[in-house]
């Protein structure tokens, strides 16, 4: 978490970036680097719109490793009043759904911001602008120590920038 705060600081600090006009559902995001700059790794994160998934939104969370042909889909849970939005396991990515609730399964609490790093409202539908950033502060240590982790996949923990609008 702290490096994840000193990330936001040090993007802070250098200025906006350039973050494009894009609706959630096609934007793709990737992993960002302590000094601000995107790190170079086969991780990303895309949304999609899954019925099988329905919690409270069709909206979800797909991450994936292209090195190694891995992906796991999240679903959102978004609290009311002064509470954080989740994101909750789903399963691996083409598998049969079923909703669990196992201690030890991968998720984080997930956080919003805009160019300049400011917090914004979580998005609910795929047509949502996306944000410029995203904020997970627990996925890399709940894959890392998750029930049936083989520790190849261990998404980084902390902040994504959206890349490029699919």
């Known amino acids: 978490m702290k490096r994840a705060l000193l990330t936001l600081f040090v993007i802070a600090l250098a200025g906006p970036v350039c973050a494009q006009e ?3 559902g096609r934007a793709v995001y990737g992993p960002v680097g302590a000094a ?3 790190v170079p790794t086969a991780y990303e994160l895309t949304h999609g719109d899954r019925q099988e998934l329905r919690r409270q939104s069709n ?3 797909t991450i994936r490793n292209t090195e190694i042909s891995r992906a796991y889909d999240f679903t959102y849970a978004f609290s009311n009043g002064y509470g954080r939005t989740h994101l909750v396991y789903a399963g691996r990515s083409g598998e049969t759904r079923r909703q669990k609730s196992e201690q030890g399964t991968p998720g984080s609490p997930i956080l919003f911001f805009d160019e300049q790093i400011k ?3 979580p998005v609910y539908a795929m047509k949502d602008k996306a944000p410029a950033y995203l904020l ?5 240590v709940t894959f890392w120590y998750g029930g049936d982790s083989d520790r190849k996949f261990v998404p980084p923990d902390g902040l994504w920038k959206i890349v490029s609008c699919k």
């Open 119 to 121: 917090t914004v409202q």
């Open 59 to 61: 909206l979800s969370v």
């Open 22 to 24: 894009c609706p959630i």
């Open 136 to 140: 997970m502060p627990e996925m890399g």
């Open 36 to 38: 601000g700059e995107l």
